[in-house]
Structure formats: C-alpha cells, structure tokens
C-alpha cells in the first residue's frame, strides 16, 4: 500500500523558500507602508523588481528534474542498541552548487534524529552524506521512499522531489563482547584467554610426527619413505583433535518478553547467546542451539566452522520471543535425546514466580548427570534499584517489599543450582554477554567440561 505523502505528493515540484517568504513578507510591509508615505512607492517598484529578477534567475540556474541523483547506501549490519549509519550519495551534474537535505522514510526498528541529512554538493560532484540511527529491535527491516529538497545559492526556490529507493537491512544482536577474544583467535592466542587446545595422539586424521616403530605398532602405520631414508622402520604418529560441544537453550516464552532499558530480556540473551557461540567457534568447539516456547520454535544441531556460525547467526537474529508459557519438560526431554553426548549446556531463562521456578529447577536437574550446564538468568536492574532506595511513600514501600521478596527467592534458586553442580550467571542484563564470556572461559580453562 502506498504511502499517503507518496500520493499527494507529485515526483518533482518547486516551493517557495524560506527566504522567498522573508522577501515577500517585506514586499508586503513596504506596500503597506506606502499608502502612508507615497515616496515608498518606488521603494515597493524597485524591491518587486528586485525579487521577481532574482525569482527568474533561481529557476533558470536549477537544479532541474535530473540534474541530481540520490542513492541510498546501507549497511549491511546494524547492531541492535549500537548506534549506526545511514549513507546517500548525492551526484550534482548541474551548473551551481546546491545544498541538498535528505529526508528518509521512519521505520520502527530504527530510531531517526530530528535533523535531515544534510551538505552542500559542489557543481559535477559526487558528496556522501551521513544521518546517525539507532537501531531499537532485531530483525529485517525495510527503508522505504527517500524525501529530497535542494535549493541553489540564491536560495528563492526550493526543488523537492521523491525517489523511490526500497532497502532491506538487517538488525543483529550485539555482539561486541566478542570482538576481543575474535582479535585474540586472529593471532592464534586464544591460549591467553584460558583455552588450552587438547591433543591426544593415535589413529586420528592429523599428522603429528615420526618416530621408531615399536612391536605394539599397527603395520600399516609404517612410513616407508622414512624409513627408507633412516634405514629403520619409521612410523607416522597422527593427532587425535577432540572439539567439545557448547548448546545454547534459549526461553522464548513468556519470562523473556519484558522490557529492560528499552530493549527486551530474550534480545540480551539472543546477543549473549551469539556472543557464547562465536567465540566457541573460534576456539574449535561445535555449537548449536534450541529455542523453544510451548512448542520447539527453532533447534540448530552443534557443528563446527565458521560457515557453520555465519548460518547459526542468520536464522536466530531475527528470532522472536511468544507471549506463551515455556513448556520446559518438553524443551528438556527434546534435548536429551537429540543431544546424547557430554556438552555444555547453557540455558537462558529468568525466574520471577514459584511455578516458573519449580519447572525450571525440575528440568534442569535432569541434564546434570550428563551434561556441565550453566542457568543464564536476566537479571532485572529495577529490583536493585528498589531495593537500594529509601522508600517515603506507601507505594514505594510496597515495591520495596516486592522486590525483597523476589531478591530472597532469586538467591534461593541460585542456590540450589550451585548445590546441584549447575553454574549460575546471574548480573544486570546489559553485563549478561561479558559475564557470559567469562563464565565460558573459565570452563575451558580449568577443564570442567
């Protein structure tokens, strides 16, 4: 459906300017003046005359319907709370300078300043323009029709134009936490980090070294070439690489929907999630991930590789939490069998009511004999703050009360957990992906898993 300003507003058409307006208002004062004092006659002639040469030298000096493209530039990415871009790039094939502004079509997801994008484009120039955005929830989003207005140096016309310009971009989690530990990976020192690549040598499928051939040596183990020329027989050892297998559980239910800072529990997990996972990539992990409501909503299988991860990414950045009650035993049940091997399991949920408590710890009770699993939980900074300000009201109190309340069965649960061998992250959401990242590394580091 086309936009309404996209109908009325025909393709190509001229306004006067401000600065017209701010001539014709003192044309109008000179001419009232006039029926005062007669000798201001002239002085009305003369302004007119004036203000109608330079009105015929505005139009004639353009810039005219073509004289000036406009072409969107999007990013590729944007990342959700990272403040990003919009570029245009403005071509002047006409005579004089003009000074353009760029008026783009609003989209939800993305937060437009009040100014338009706006520069002075010489005379057979090309100039980039920039307009700052934020972008305020994850997923594709469509920009649409590009609004345009140029006026010329003497500044009495103002040309306006619309140009059609659709683009899709693409709004991921952020995941800056990562970018760190991704630096360290480029330079093969992830060891600095805690990572310790494990090797054991055997029948594996990457040559490691030769050595002397023993009586407990398999024949075909023999690298003749080698013992050729050492004159002894000489076998090839190869090493056994052994990637261990990180799954993310992702709570897309109702726990996950509200809003903390302007952006949703489920997107800072979405976004610790990645972060987790990208950097398990980089240190030769496989990753996978399950996300699930009442129903199974999205399950990748751990691989590894970083195509692996660039899909991963593409199908759970636009992922959507469900105003529905998680079903935890089915989520649970649907793991452990698609998921039989030791791994690292790390489950993002929150924890507000007894009922939601009581399922959580239920099922997550059952991965610990098999598996090494951390309960992520999204930690609401508006019960801190309530309890760390006085209250002076009755309203104050009573949600200083609550807040103790669910800080007392908060801990609880945590405990629980911790006694169970489960490791608990449980820090404001905006610290989720770093405290995440940390927790992953000390996994490794000291061997839990």
Same mark, same amino acid.
């Given at each position: 459906?086309?936009?309404?300003?996209?109908?009325?507003?025909?393709?190509?058409?001229?306004?006067?300017?401000?600065?017209?307006?701010?001539?014709?208002?003192?044309?109008?004062?000179?001419?009232?003046?006039?029926? +005062?004092?007669?000798?201001?006659?002239?002085?009305?002639?003369?302004?007119?005359?004036?203000?109608?040469?330079?009105?015929?030298?505005?139009?004639?000096?353009?810039?005219?319907?073509?004289?000036?493209?406009?072409?969107?530039?999007?990013?590729?990415?944007?990342?959700?709370?990272?403040?990003?871009?919009?570029?245009?790039?403005?071509?002047?094939?006409?005579?004089?300078?003009?000074?353009?502004?760029?008026?783009?079509?609003?989209?939800?997801? =993305?937060?437009?300043?009040?100014?338009?994008?706006?520069?002075?484009?010489?005379?057979?120039?090309?100039?980039? %323009?920039?307009?700052?955005?934020?972008?305020?929830?994850?997923?594709?989003?469509?920009?649409?029709?590009?609004?345009?207005?140029?006026?010329?140096?003497?500044?009495?016309?103002?040309?306006?134009?619309?140009?059609?310009?659709?683009?899709?971009?693409? +709004?991921?989690?952020?995941?800056?936490?990562?970018?760190?530990?991704?630096?360290?990976?480029?330079?093969?020192?992830?060891?600095?980090?805690?990572?310790?690549?494990?090797?054991?040598?055997?029948?594996?499928?990457?040559?490691?070294?030769?050595?002397?051939?023993?009586?407990?040596?398999?024949?075909?183990?023999?690298?003749?070439?080698?013992?050729?020329?050492?004159?002894?027989?000489?076998?090839?050892?190869?090493?056994?690489?052994?990637?261990?297998?990180?799954?993310?559980?992702?709570?897309?239910?109702?726990?996950?929907?509200?809003?903390?800072?302007?952006?949703?529990?489920?997107?800072?997990?979405?976004?610790?999630?990645?972060?987790?996972?990208?950097?398990?990539?980089?240190?030769?992990?496989?990753?996978?991930?399950?996300?699930?409501?009442?129903?199974?909503?999205?399950?990748?299988?751990?691989?590894?590789?970083?195509?692996?991860?660039?899909? %991963?990414?593409?199908?759970?950045?636009?992922?959507?939490?469900?105003?529905?009650?998680?079903?935890?035993?089915?989520?649970?049940?649907?793991?452990?069998?698609?998921?039989?091997?030791?791994?690292?399991?790390?489950?993002?949920?929150? +924890?507000?009511?007894?009922?939601?408590?009581?399922?959580? %710890?239920?099922?997550?009770?059952?991965?610990?004999?098999?598996?090494?699993?951390?309960?992520?939980?999204?930690?609401?900074?508006?019960?801190?703050?309530?309890?760390?300000?006085?209250?002076?009201?009755?309203?104050?109190?009573?949600?200083?009360?609550?807040?103790?309340?669910?800080?007392?069965?908060?801990?609880?649960?945590?405990? =629980?957990?911790?006694?169970?061998?489960? +490791?608990?992250?449980?820090?404001?959401?905006?610290? =989720?992906?770093?405290?995440?990242?940390?927790?992953?590394?000390?996994?490794?580091?000291?061997?839990?898993?």
């Amino acid at each position: 459906m086309k936009r309404l300003q996209d109908i009325r507003a025909p393709a190509f058409y001229a306004v006067p300017a401000p600065r017209c307006v701010v001539w014709l208002v003192a044309l109008a004062a000179v001419v009232a003046a006039s029926a +005062i004092w007669a000798w201001l006659d002239f002085v009305a002639w003369a302004t007119l005359a004036a203000l109608g040469s330079l009105l015929i030298l505005d139009l004639a000096a353009g810039p005219r319907r073509g004289d000036v493209a406009v072409e969107r530039i999007a990013g590729k990415h944007f990342a959700l709370g990272v403040p990003g871009r919009l570029s245009y790039a403005v071509t002047n094939r006409g005579r004089v300078s003009i000074r353009v502004e760029i008026v783009d079509t609003p989209v939800e997801k =993305l937060r437009f300043p009040e100014w338009p994008a706006s520069g002075v484009v010489g005379a057979n120039r090309v100039r980039r %323009l920039e307009l700052g955005v934020s972008p305020l929830q994850r997923g594709p989003a469509t920009l649409g029709t590009l609004y345009v207005r140029a006026v010329n140096a003497i500044g009495l016309c103002e040309r306006r134009w619309r140009i059609a310009a659709e683009t899709t971009i693409r +709004i991921f989690p952020d995941l800056s936490a990562v970018q760190r530990y991704g630096e360290l990976a480029r330079r093969r020192r992830l060891t600095e980090a805690g990572f310790r690549r494990l090797r054991l040598r055997g029948l594996g499928g990457e040559f490691d070294s030769i050595r002397e051939w023993t009586p407990d040596d398999e024949f075909r183990s023999i690298d003749w070439k080698a013992t050729a020329r050492r004159g002894k027989l000489m076998v090839d050892q190869y090493r056994v690489e052994r990637s261990q297998t990180v799954m993310v559980i992702l709570d897309a239910g109702r726990l996950m929907t509200p809003r903390l800072d302007g952006l949703r529990k489920f997107d800072y997990a979405v976004s610790a999630a990645l972060s987790v996972c990208a950097l398990a990539s980089l240190a030769g992990d496989r990753v996978g991930l399950l996300a699930f409501a009442r129903e199974i909503v999205e399950h990748i299988p751990a691989r590894s590789g970083a195509v692996h991860m660039r899909g %991963l990414t593409d199908r759970v950045y636009d992922l959507e939490p469900r105003f529905e009650e998680a079903d935890y035993a089915r989520a649970f049940t649907y793991f452990a069998r698609r998921q039989p091997k030791r791994s690292l399991a790390i489950f993002f949920t929150d +924890i507000f009511d007894p009922v939601a408590s009581a399922a959580t %710890l239920a099922n997550l009770f059952r991965l610990t004999p098999r598996h090494l699993a951390v309960c992520v939980l999204v930690n609401d900074a508006a019960v801190r703050r309530a309890l760390e300000a006085e209250p002076h009201t009755l309203r104050e109190a009573y949600e200083a009360g609550v807040a103790a309340e669910l800080a007392v069965a908060r801990r609880t649960t945590a405990a =629980l957990l911790a006694q169970r061998g489960i +490791i608990v992250v449980d820090v404001p959401a905006p610290q =989720l992906s770093v405290a995440l990242i940390n927790a992953y590394v000390d996994v490794k580091s000291r061997h839990l898993l």
